[in-house]
């Protein structure tokens, strides 16, 4: 996809999905994880499971690792969470991970709809302790305040990705 390749990471409810819509919006080629790479799955083995849970929400690293070896475009952004990011997280230039204050968090997990991830109080329990811990997260990514506007926030990751080439 990209001769460099960059994975934009973060708790559900920092922007990940609306970075990566700005970032197409913008001409850039963005890869939606959450849409084109996930799947539900057993996290130590792949295996893929029934049932929808954020332990096994996983992107098929084969599928990654492909995406990540064609050359065809200067950039690739891959937006979204995955909680087997450690086997494929060598492959990236560059992780950035959105970050959010609770009250913002909050705000936004208010505006999901009904049936979508977060909107249901043990979902958003497990998210506000995930964004508590980082536990799910990349440590060594980029931090990036996503409390900004939008324009902001992609603005801030595409200097961040210019100042590597």
Same mark, same amino acid.
């Given at each position: 996809?990209?001769?460099?390749?960059?994975?934009?990471?973060?708790?559900?409810?920092?922007?990940?999905?609306?970075?990566?819509?700005?970032?197409?919006? @913008?001409?850039? *080629?963005?890869? %939606? #994880?959450? /849409?084109? $790479?996930?799947?539900?799955? +057993?996290?130590?083995?792949?295996?893929?499971?029934?049932?929808?849970?954020?332990?096994?929400?996983?992107?098929?690293?084969?599928?990654?690792?492909?995406?990540?070896?064609?050359?065809?475009?200067?950039?690739?952004?891959?937006?979204?969470?995955?909680?087997?990011?450690? @086997?494929?997280? *060598?492959?990236? %230039? #560059?992780? /950035?991970? $959105?970050?959010?204050?609770? +009250?913002?968090?909050?705000?936004?997990?208010?505006?999901?709809?009904?049936?979508?991830?977060?909107?249901?109080?043990?979902?958003?329990?497990?998210?506000?302790?995930?964004?508590?811990?980082?536990?799910?997260?990349?440590?060594?990514?980029?931090?990036?305040?996503?409390?900004?506007?939008?324009?902001?926030?992609?603005?801030?990751?595409?200097?961040?990705?210019?100042?590597?080439?």
């Amino acid at each position: 996809m990209g001769i460099r390749n960059y994975l934009i990471e973060g708790v559900s409810g920092t922007g990940k999905t609306s970075v990566c819509k700005e970032l197409r919006r @913008r001409g850039h *080629h963005a890869v %939606d #994880g959450d /849409f084109e $790479l996930a799947y539900q799955g +057993d996290p130590v083995t792949g295996v893929p499971t029934s049932g929808l849970t954020h332990e096994n929400h996983l992107w098929r690293v084969d599928k990654v690792l492909a995406l990540v070896a064609d050359r065809d475009r200067p950039v690739t952004f891959f937006c979204g969470g995955s909680r087997n990011f450690s @086997r494929f997280i *060598h492959v990236f %230039d #560059g992780v /950035f991970v $959105l970050e959010v204050d609770l +009250d913002t968090l909050h705000r936004r997990l208010d505006q999901r709809l009904e049936g979508e991830w977060g909107s249901r109080k043990a979902e958003r329990e497990l998210i506000v302790r995930l964004h508590r811990t980082k536990e799910d997260v990349p440590r060594n990514g980029v931090p990036v305040d996503a409390t900004v506007p939008l324009a902001h926030v992609v603005d801030e990751i595409l200097r961040r990705t210019e100042a590597v080439q």
